[in-house]
């Protein structure tokens, strides 16, 4: 069974940082492209950030391109989010998702229970 | 960007009866190479995370109820439960993976008249 772990979220300062981490299970991560995706509190879903299968290739979002840094370990099955210079409209519920393939061009399939990074001061 | 339009934003429908939410694309998702629309269907419901319905427009993904199914091409893409039943009561959403930013619809609320 495939199985997303989110963790990291927090209460932050504007400006500061954070890194998520989403531990992934029952399939082999480095075939599967990876992606972030938020949800600010009662709106929408917003794409953030997506990894090919293997790191080979990244792809941001304009709001969050220069500030967030997406990579995996595959030693440890693991995906991160590196968030810095963070703002108050950065807050919300970051949910890490599986992609159907290696390519970012696939569908996004299985997600995370989701991790909250609420940026405040 | 390709910007998600969907319609209606929210709709009450009897139990038993058809669903049907639309989603427009700015520009065509079907890529040519392999002649499949980059489009996907999303289920969410209240305190959980989207899950998947309908990949490449109409495909159905393995566990989903048959009465929900997905259909068009190009710009314009149709989600349609067949017989609501309470458990779908949900923000359904749409999203283009043809080119990034791999955008989302805003959403439509389905809930039971």
Redesign the interface.
Known sequence: EVQLLESGGGLVQPGGSLRLSCAASGFTFSSYAM?W?RQAPGK????VS?ISGGGGTT?Y??SVKGRFTISTDNSKNTLYLQMNSLRAEDTAVY?CAKK?GGS???????????TTVTVSS | DIVMTQSPDSLAVSLGERATINCKSSQSVLFSSNNKNHLVWYQQKAGQPPKLLIYWASTRESGVPDRFSGSGSGTDFTLTISSLQAEDVAVYYCQQYYSTPFTFGPGTKVNIK
């Open positions: 992606s995706v929408g879903l917003e794409w997506d792809y979002a304009d949910y159907e970012c061009y696939s569908a996004t399939g299985v997600w995370g229970q989701g």
